[in-house]
């Protein structure tokens, strides 16, 4: 059941009421726990009467005085207390489609479920949403909700999610906007089927409904080795890139004019693709986005330039940051930078090609071990790799975090048995990078 309870905080309040591994948490003043939604609203009161189930069937009931804001401080079996909802579109770039068989089963499981919007970012779709759902979520006031909106065109949207009743997310957009909800929405752009006129409606469409809706992040589509009998797409290239990028510019030029927020950005790849710089730090106000890949190159190069000073004079070591192919350029760059400023370290960048999926996929976040161990174990290497946390598997995964995992299946310490190098996982900031130099470097003077 999601509602067991797996781990006890140290300090907390469940720990306090000998709550126990085990222990089922089963009603909230009365109210019976269904999800995490219901666990998070009923528990937002000073005064709280809990009933426990206990592993050996006795029954609790526990008064509780509480701070307002103050949890259990439990991790619960499930991390919404309840199985995902399981997406019933069958949309024409679903990237889930695009693997390949033979991988671990977890990895064909496509969610579309606002409680992992709500706890992880995750975006939906709102097509496998009752009514009901979508009460409860103007109930609990859960916001900020991350929407996947792809048109506003309702026939266009039918056509790509391939869901017959897809074409209510205007509607549904609008009922949120109105109830006070706040939503960041996501676009996946495919050459020829929604970007040009079609995309400067869903902008115009969604921008009526700011600052409820905050902003759009538009991401190109990506497309795997893996598409045979799929649905006919092409990719960006220069010059479409570049168009696409233009069109953004005069639509943010018109948003400035009428709220002061550009309200819509493109994603890093399309400047890479197009062979631009990306825009400076103030383009991104704040770069909310960054999970969408937005901004991701100008955070990176400015929080280096900052933290750059911290890099010891006095360490020593060699490493080897790997990265895929639309990054290779401002890592490589950062690696220079860093021997300049300290020659005792020896540091480069790897580029790994994407071999696995296919060579049009170049972000870091979808290599995998395979690939990783193929191509460095024929190449030298510093002593220590530093990877982005980006290639691990995060999500509806129980244990995936702990046993950190790439998309392969291949671990982190299969990895360093094979090429016999200490791995290092960072979160590719640059600030953190160079504290992990200075950390390591220290262990080789």
């Keep these: 059941m999601g509602n ?72 619960f079996k499930e991390s919404i207390m309840d199985k995902a ?23 064909y499981f496509k969610d579309d479920d606002s409680r992992l919007s709500f706890l992880q970012g995750n975006f939906v779709t709102l097509t496998n949403m009752s009514d009901e759902d979508l009460d409860r979520i103007i109930k609990y006031r859960i916001s900020p909700i991350n929407i996947s909106v792809h048109t506003t065109n309702p026939e266009l949207r039918v056509k790509m999610l391939r869901n017959r009743f897809a074409g209510n997310i205007y509607e549904r957009l609008k009922r949120m906007a109105e109830a006070g909800i706040e939503m960041n929405c996501q676009v996946v752009l495919c050459p020829g089927i929604n970007d040009g ?58 948003f400035i004019d009428k709220a ?11 400047y890479v693709t197009a062979g631009r710089d990306v825009p400076e730090a103030e383009f991104y106000e704040g770069f909310h986005q960054l999970e969408d890949g937005v901004g991701i190159i100008r955070s990176f190069r400015d929080n280096t330039e900052a933290s750059l000073e911290k890099l010891s004079r006095s360490c020593s070591g060699s490493f080897t940051l790997v990265t895929g192919e639309s990054a290779y350029r401002e890592i490589s760059a950062f690696a220079e930078k860093v021997m300049q400023i300290n020659p005792n370290i020896e540091i480069d960048a790897a580029k790994i090609v994407n071999n696995f999926f296919g060579e049009s996929i170049t972000v870091a976040g979808l290599i995998t071990g395979a690939d990783i161990v193929d ?8 002593q220590y790799l530093i990877i982005p946390d980006t290639m691990l598997r995060k999500g509806y995964e129980p244990g995936s975090d702990g046993s950190r995992v790439l998309l392969d299946d291949m671990t982190v310490g299969e990895i360093e048995e094979t090429l016999n190098r200490k791995i290092i996982v960072t979160d590719y900031t640059g600030e953190d990078i160079v504290d992990q130099i200075n950390l390591y470097g220290k262990e080789g003077i």
Excluded: H
């Design 4 to 75: 067991e309870i797996a781990e006890v905080m140290a300090g907390s309040l469940a720990e306090e009421l000998e709550l126990e591994p085990g222990d089922k948490l089963l009603k909230i003043n009365g109210q019976e726990v269904k999800d995490i939604l219901d666990y998070r609203f009923l528990m937002c009161d000073e005064d709280v009467v809990l009933e426990i189930e206990k592993s050996s069937g006795e029954i609790w009931e526990l008064d509780v005085e509480k701070d307002y804001d103050e949890n259990l401080g439990v991790v």
């Design 85 to 107: 909802s399981r997406c019933s579109n069958n949309c024409i770039f679903c990237f889930i489609d695009q693997l390949p068989k033979g991988m671990r089963e977890t990895l």
């Design 197 to 254: 006129e079609e995309f400067r409606r869903t902008c115009m469409d969604l921008f009526a409904l700011y600052p409820q809706v905050q902003n759009i992040a538009a991401v190109p589509i990506g497309l795997t080795k893996f598409r045979e009998g799929l649905f006919e797409l092409k990719l960006y290239d220069k010059a479409s890139a570049e168009r696409q990028i233009n069109e953004v510019d005069e639509m943010q030029k018109c």
């Design 260 to 270: 002061g927020a550009r309200f819509v950005r493109l994603s890093d790849e399309f």
């Design 375 to 382: 191509q460095l174990s024929k190449r030298m290497t510093g």
